[in-house]
């Protein structure tokens, strides 16, 4: 149990179009998501954290008009980048947790989503 | 966020000998996690140290906790080839709306 996927594992856009990248809990109900970016070589910096059914809570110096997200179900977060430039070229991963499972709500990764902005 | 530190920050040994890593945090904390990741790759949780516990065991991986000095360490006996990964330590701080920080990691090769 607790699965999360991501949607899709690896995508190619042109500088200036928006990428919408998809995070699902497939066998649990995800009552948080965690958004993180990884460059190469280097570790996992947390971006926004999600509820379900409220604005996403993001990290000093990410900007939330140009990473949207949106929480909109149990099982269901997105991430949009929009306007992507070659700088937002990165590695990101999603995670989620259920807060109803007990003491300690143990997040569940995805497999990362590669975007390359050319 | 202020991020963790991982020493060392790559590490290659011979297969069958024992790899220690290192990470150290800077404010209190609930828990303290050690992931695996394969390049590329999503991250594996490895095992989960409480701050009232000292010492941590799941098969081949042994991890203590030191909360007056504010490190863990993550030793794996017995390494095999198949453990080559980068090894990220991640904590969630008291009162830290169960948000993780991640460590720098230890990128670790096994040599067959």
């Known amino acids: 149990g607790a699965v999360v996927s991501q949607h899709p594992s690896r995508v190619i856009c042109k500088s200036g179009t928006s990428v919408k990248i998809e995070c699902r809990s497939l066998?649990?109900?995800?009552?948080?998501m965690f958004w993180y970016r990884q460059f190469p070589k280097q570790s996992l910096m947390l971006m926004a954290t999600?509820?379900?059914?409220?604005?996403?809570?993001?990290e000093q110096g990410v900007e939330k008009d140009k990473f949207l997200i949106n929480h909109a179900s149990l099982t269901l977060s997105t991430l949009t980048v929009t306007s992507a430039h070659p700088e937002d070229s990165s590695f990101y991963i999603c995670?989620?947790?259920?807060?109803?499972?007990?003491?300690?709500?143990?997040?569940?990764f995805g497999p990362g989503t590669r975007l390359t902005v050319l | 966020s202020q991020q963790g530190e991982e020493d060392p920050q790559a590490l290659s040994i011979q297969e069958g000998e024992n790899a220690t890593m290192n990470c150290s945090y800077k404010?209190?904390?609930?828990?303290l996690q050690w992931y695996r990741q394969n390049s590329g790759r999503g991250l594996v949780h490895l095992i989960l140290i409480r701050s009232n516990e000292r010492e941590k065991h799941s098969g081949r991986l042994r991890v203590t906790l030191d909360t007056s000095k504010k490190s863990s360490s993550l030793l794996i006996t017995a390494s095999r080839a198949a453990d080559t990964a980068s090894y990220f330590c991640?904590?969630?701080?008291?009162?830290?709306?169960?948000?993780?920080?991640f460590g720098t990691g230890t990128r670790l090769t096994i040599i067959p």
């Open positions: 991640a904590t969630d701080r008291v009162f830290g709306n169960e948000k993780l920080t």
């Open positions: 995670s989620a947790s259920d807060s109803t499972r007990g003491s300690y709500n143990e997040q569940f």
């Open positions: 066998d649990f109900q995800a009552t948080t």
């Open positions: 404010t209190s904390i609930n828990n």
């Open positions: 999600s509820n379900e059914g409220s604005k996403a809570t993001y």
